[in-house]
Protein backbone atom coordinates (compact mmCIF):
# COMPACT_ATOMS: atom_id res chain seq x y z
CA UNK A 1 0.00 0.00 0.00
CA UNK A 2 1.25 3.35 -0.87
CA UNK A 3 1.87 5.54 2.07
CA UNK A 4 3.39 8.80 2.59
CA UNK A 5 4.03 10.12 6.40
CA UNK A 6 4.92 13.54 6.56
CA UNK A 7 6.98 15.23 10.11
CA UNK A 8 8.60 17.75 11.01
CA UNK A 9 6.02 20.35 11.69
CA UNK A 10 5.53 22.46 14.68
CA UNK A 11 6.02 26.11 15.89
CA UNK A 12 8.71 28.51 14.72
CA UNK A 13 9.21 32.27 14.63
CA UNK A 14 9.18 34.54 11.97
CA UNK A 15 12.79 35.00 10.05
CA UNK A 16 13.82 31.20 11.28
CA UNK A 17 14.20 27.71 9.32
CA UNK A 18 12.41 24.27 9.37
CA UNK A 19 12.63 21.10 7.36
CA UNK A 20 9.99 18.77 6.80
CA UNK A 21 10.21 15.44 5.78
CA UNK A 22 8.07 13.24 3.68
CA UNK A 23 9.23 9.08 4.18
CA UNK A 24 7.28 6.87 1.30
CA UNK A 25 6.89 3.40 0.91
CA UNK A 26 4.46 0.98 -0.83
CA UNK A 27 6.00 2.07 -4.69
CA UNK A 28 9.14 2.76 -6.57
CA UNK A 29 9.87 6.07 -4.97
CA UNK A 30 12.50 6.82 -7.65
CA UNK A 31 9.92 6.50 -10.47
CA UNK A 32 8.12 9.72 -9.18
CA UNK A 33 8.29 13.19 -8.87
CA UNK A 34 7.85 14.19 -5.13
CA UNK A 35 5.58 18.14 -4.40
CA UNK A 36 4.53 19.96 -1.83
CA UNK A 37 1.24 21.74 -1.45
CA UNK A 38 -0.21 23.63 1.32
CA UNK A 39 -3.41 24.83 2.55
CA UNK A 40 -3.51 27.94 5.12
CA UNK A 41 -5.91 27.48 7.88
CA UNK A 42 -9.87 27.42 5.90
CA UNK A 43 -8.45 28.30 2.77
CA UNK A 44 -7.39 26.35 -0.41
CA UNK A 45 -4.59 24.41 -1.93
CA UNK A 46 -1.51 25.79 -3.00
CA UNK A 47 1.16 24.13 -5.06
CA UNK A 48 4.65 25.23 -3.64
CA UNK A 49 7.24 23.13 -5.46
CA UNK A 50 8.59 19.55 -6.79
CA UNK A 51 11.40 18.03 -7.51
CA UNK A 52 11.08 15.09 -10.84
CA UNK A 53 12.46 11.93 -10.45
CA UNK A 54 15.75 10.49 -11.44
CA UNK A 55 15.04 9.62 -15.13
CA UNK A 56 13.78 13.39 -15.14
CA UNK A 57 17.27 14.80 -13.62
CA UNK A 58 16.32 15.14 -9.98
CA UNK A 59 15.46 18.96 -10.96
CA UNK A 60 13.22 21.03 -9.41
CA UNK A 61 10.36 23.93 -9.99
CA UNK A 62 9.01 26.41 -7.10
CA UNK A 63 5.92 29.01 -6.64
CA UNK A 64 6.79 32.63 -6.76
CA UNK A 65 5.27 33.01 -3.52
CA UNK A 66 8.37 30.82 -2.18
CA UNK A 67 11.07 30.34 -4.71
CA UNK A 68 14.54 31.82 -3.24
CA UNK A 69 13.49 30.61 -0.17
CA UNK A 70 12.27 26.91 0.05
CA UNK A 71 14.38 24.49 -0.87
CA UNK A 72 13.15 20.87 -2.06
CA UNK A 73 15.33 17.64 -2.03
CA UNK A 74 15.30 13.99 -2.42
CA UNK A 75 17.37 11.22 -0.88
CA UNK A 76 16.39 7.63 -3.52
CA UNK A 77 18.41 5.28 -1.04
CA UNK A 78 16.18 6.60 2.29
CA UNK A 79 12.48 7.15 0.11
CA UNK A 80 12.52 10.48 1.70
CA UNK A 81 11.82 14.24 0.35
CA UNK A 82 12.85 16.97 2.41
CA UNK A 83 11.30 20.51 2.45
CA UNK A 84 13.64 22.99 3.68
CA UNK A 85 12.00 26.33 4.57
CA UNK A 86 14.20 29.31 5.36
CA UNK A 87 13.51 33.14 6.21
CA UNK A 88 9.96 31.77 7.32
CA UNK A 89 6.65 34.19 7.31
CA UNK A 90 3.75 34.22 9.32
CA UNK A 91 1.84 33.80 5.61
CA UNK A 92 3.77 30.40 5.49
CA UNK A 93 1.62 28.96 8.34
CA UNK A 94 -0.32 26.07 6.72
CA UNK A 95 -0.87 22.53 6.68
CA UNK A 96 1.66 20.93 4.11
CA UNK A 97 0.99 17.75 2.08
CA UNK A 98 3.62 15.62 0.64
CA UNK A 99 2.13 13.99 -2.96
CA UNK A 100 3.47 11.75 -5.54
CA UNK A 101 3.20 12.26 -9.06
CA UNK A 102 3.59 9.77 -11.94
CA UNK A 103 6.35 11.04 -14.70
CA UNK A 104 4.41 13.55 -16.64
CA UNK A 105 0.77 13.71 -14.59
CA UNK A 106 -0.78 15.67 -11.47
CA UNK A 107 -0.15 13.96 -8.30
CA UNK A 108 -2.15 11.18 -7.43
CA UNK A 109 -1.21 9.97 -3.78
CA UNK A 110 -1.18 12.27 -0.57
CA UNK A 111 0.60 12.23 2.98
CA UNK A 112 -1.89 13.59 5.44
CA UNK A 113 -0.16 16.46 6.08
CA UNK A 114 1.80 18.41 9.02
CA UNK A 115 1.27 21.77 10.35
CA UNK A 116 3.46 24.59 10.29
CA UNK A 117 2.88 27.51 12.65
CA UNK A 118 4.79 30.43 12.10
CA UNK A 119 4.40 32.89 14.88
CA UNK A 120 6.18 35.43 17.29
CA UNK B 1 0.82 32.49 -14.15
CA UNK B 2 -2.03 30.88 -15.44
CA UNK B 3 -5.19 31.65 -13.02
CA UNK B 4 -8.08 28.85 -12.48
CA UNK B 5 -11.62 30.39 -12.16
CA UNK B 6 -14.18 28.09 -10.65
CA UNK B 7 -17.83 28.37 -10.39
CA UNK B 8 -19.75 28.30 -8.16
CA UNK B 9 -17.65 28.31 -5.54
CA UNK B 10 -20.33 26.99 -3.20
CA UNK B 11 -22.87 24.63 -4.73
CA UNK B 12 -25.89 22.88 -2.55
CA UNK B 13 -27.42 19.89 -3.84
CA UNK B 14 -29.99 17.51 -2.74
CA UNK B 15 -29.32 13.87 -2.09
CA UNK B 16 -29.77 12.21 -5.88
CA UNK B 17 -29.76 14.99 -8.33
CA UNK B 18 -26.41 16.01 -10.34
CA UNK B 19 -23.87 18.50 -9.81
CA UNK B 20 -21.75 20.36 -12.07
CA UNK B 21 -18.83 22.30 -11.36
CA UNK B 22 -17.20 24.84 -13.93
CA UNK B 23 -12.73 25.26 -14.25
CA UNK B 24 -11.52 27.80 -16.72
CA UNK B 25 -8.23 28.57 -17.03
CA UNK B 26 -6.53 32.24 -18.44
CA UNK B 27 -5.25 29.83 -20.87
CA UNK B 28 -5.14 26.98 -23.22
CA UNK B 29 -3.84 23.90 -21.25
CA UNK B 30 -2.95 21.95 -24.64
CA UNK B 31 0.85 21.09 -23.78
CA UNK B 32 3.18 20.57 -26.63
CA UNK B 33 2.89 16.63 -26.79
CA UNK B 34 -0.94 17.45 -27.23
CA UNK B 35 -2.04 16.19 -23.83
CA UNK B 36 -3.87 18.60 -21.73
CA UNK B 37 -2.86 18.33 -17.88
CA UNK B 38 -5.96 19.34 -15.94
CA UNK B 39 -6.95 16.87 -12.83
CA UNK B 40 -9.86 17.45 -10.24
CA UNK B 41 -9.37 16.76 -6.57
CA UNK B 42 -11.71 16.06 -3.82
CA UNK B 43 -11.15 17.13 -0.53
CA UNK B 44 -13.70 15.32 2.11
CA UNK B 45 -13.55 17.31 5.21
CA UNK B 46 -10.99 16.77 8.11
CA UNK B 47 -9.14 14.73 4.84
CA UNK B 48 -6.08 14.83 2.66
CA UNK B 49 -6.91 15.85 -0.83
CA UNK B 50 -7.73 12.96 -3.60
CA UNK B 51 -7.53 12.82 -6.94
CA UNK B 52 -10.37 11.75 -9.03
CA UNK B 53 -9.97 13.20 -12.48
CA UNK B 54 -6.37 13.36 -14.31
CA UNK B 55 -6.20 14.57 -18.06
CA UNK B 56 -9.61 15.97 -17.94
CA UNK B 57 -11.70 12.56 -18.39
CA UNK B 58 -9.25 10.27 -16.86
CA UNK B 59 -11.08 8.77 -13.86
CA UNK B 60 -8.74 7.38 -11.15
CA UNK B 61 -9.00 3.47 -9.67
CA UNK B 62 -11.47 3.33 -7.29
CA UNK B 63 -13.32 6.60 -8.02
CA UNK B 64 -17.23 5.86 -8.54
CA UNK B 65 -18.55 6.11 -12.25
CA UNK B 66 -20.95 8.77 -10.84
CA UNK B 67 -18.26 11.27 -11.37
CA UNK B 68 -16.81 12.46 -15.05
CA UNK B 69 -14.59 15.06 -16.51
CA UNK B 70 -15.26 16.81 -19.81
CA UNK B 71 -13.70 19.77 -21.07
CA UNK B 72 -10.92 21.17 -23.69
CA UNK B 73 -8.60 24.27 -24.31
CA UNK B 74 -9.74 26.58 -21.01
CA UNK B 75 -13.05 25.42 -20.30
CA UNK B 76 -13.57 22.40 -18.14
CA UNK B 77 -16.38 20.65 -15.72
CA UNK B 78 -16.55 17.94 -13.22
CA UNK B 79 -20.00 16.02 -12.90
CA UNK B 80 -21.26 13.60 -10.23
CA UNK B 81 -24.48 12.05 -11.80
CA UNK B 82 -26.16 11.49 -8.46
CA UNK B 83 -24.71 13.42 -5.35
CA UNK B 84 -24.25 11.26 -2.77
CA UNK B 85 -23.79 12.29 0.97
CA UNK B 86 -20.11 11.07 0.64
CA UNK B 87 -19.23 13.48 -1.82
CA UNK B 88 -19.43 16.28 0.64
CA UNK B 89 -16.12 18.21 0.60
CA UNK B 90 -14.35 20.67 -1.48
CA UNK B 91 -13.56 19.93 -4.95
CA UNK B 92 -10.59 21.59 -6.77
CA UNK B 93 -9.24 21.64 -10.28
CA UNK B 94 -5.16 21.81 -10.78
CA UNK B 95 -3.68 22.52 -14.27
CA UNK B 96 0.19 21.06 -14.78
CA UNK B 97 0.64 22.85 -18.30
CA UNK B 98 1.91 25.64 -17.35
CA UNK B 99 3.70 25.24 -14.23
CA UNK B 100 1.25 24.07 -11.61
CA UNK B 101 -1.90 26.01 -10.59
CA UNK B 102 -4.87 25.23 -8.65
CA UNK B 103 -8.27 26.63 -8.70
CA UNK B 104 -10.02 28.16 -5.27
CA UNK B 105 -11.93 25.38 -4.62
CA UNK B 106 -16.00 24.56 -4.64
CA UNK B 107 -17.48 23.50 -1.92
CA UNK B 108 -20.26 20.72 -2.15
CA UNK B 109 -23.00 20.58 0.45
CA UNK B 110 -25.83 18.83 0.95
CA UNK B 111 -29.17 20.82 1.08
Known amino acids: EVQLVESGGGLVEPGRSLRLSCTAS????????MTWVRQAPGKGLEWVGF??????????EYAASVKGRFTISRDDSQNIAYLQMNSLKIEDTAVYYCSRAPPWELPDWWGQGTLVTVSS | DVVMTQSPLSLPVTLGQPASISCRSSQSLVYSDGNTYLSWYQQRPGQSPRRLIY???NRDSGVPDRFSGSGSGTDFTLKISRVEAEDVGVYYC????????FGQGTKVEIK
Open chain 2, 94 to 101: MQGTHSWT
Open chain 1, 51 to 60: IRDTVGGATT
Open chain 2, 55 to 57: RVS
Open chain 1, 26 to 33: GFTFGDYA
